[in-house]
Each structure stands twice: as C-alpha cells, then as structure tokens.
Nanobody
Framework: EVQLVESGGGLVQAGGSLRLSCAASGFTFDDYAIEWFRQVPGKEREEVACISGIDGVTYYAESVEGRFTISSEDAKNTVYLQMNSLGPEDTAVYYC?????????????????WGQGTQVTVSS
C-alpha cells in the first residue's frame, strides 16, 4: 500500500525559506513520480514540482521555477521540496502525491496516492 506523509510546513516571513518532506512507503520508487501540489480554498490544486523515480527528471511550475527545488534521498525513501524567497502568494496547503508510471515531463497514468497535506503560511 502506497503511503505518503508530509511534514515541514509552518509560518515563515516573506523572503524566508522552508523545506518540506514527503516520507514514502509501500512502493517501488522507480515505478512512480513524486509530485508536490499546493491548494488554497476555492482554487484548483496546482502542481508545483515533480521528480521521476526512474531517472531523476524534474518539472517545476513557472510560478516557482528558480525558487523551489525538489530532491530525493532514496535511502530514506523521502522527497524534499526546498522553498526559497517565499512570498505571501505561496501560502497554501502543500500535498505530495505518488503517480504511477509518471516521468514528470511525460504523461503518466493519472493514478495518484495523496498525502495528508501540510500548511505553509508566509507573512508580509
């Protein structure tokens, strides 16, 4: 059973940094991509980053390109999202997801398992 647990959210000042973690279990990493999404009330979830398990290929949304970095530590079965130069527009609940058969820059299956989410709040 695929399980994902996010952590690392909190309150940070504008211009600051935060690192989110996604601890994964129950699957072979090479067969999945791990993705970070964010959502604010009343809006659709936005995919902000993706990392492919098979080859490490990454994807970033234009809104976070150059500020966020996704990485993985396979020994810990954990994916991180390093967020720098944060602004109030980055305030959201952040979710990680494992998508079967995804390579980030290619279309996957659309079959995702979601974590519970972690709140990120950026103050002015």
């Amino acid at each position: 059973e695929v399980q994902l647990v996010e952590s690392g959210g909190g309150l940070v000042q504008a211009g600051g940094s935060l690192r989110l973690s996604c601890a994964a279990s129950g699957f072979t990493f090479d067969d999945y991509a791990i993705e970070w999404f964010r959502q604010v009330p009343g809006k659709e979830r936005e995919e902000v980053a993706c990392i492919s398990g098979i080859d490490g290929v990454t994807y970033y949304a234009e809104s976070v390109e150059g500020r966020f970095t996704i990485s993985s530590e396979d020994a810990k079965n954990t994916v991180y999202l390093q967020m720098n130069s944060l602004g109030p527009e980055d305030t959201a609940v952040y979710y990680c997801a494992a998508e079967e058969g995804r390579r980030c820059i290619e279309e996957g299956t659309g079959l995702r398992t979601w974590g519970q989410g972690t709140q990120v709040t950026v103050s002015s």
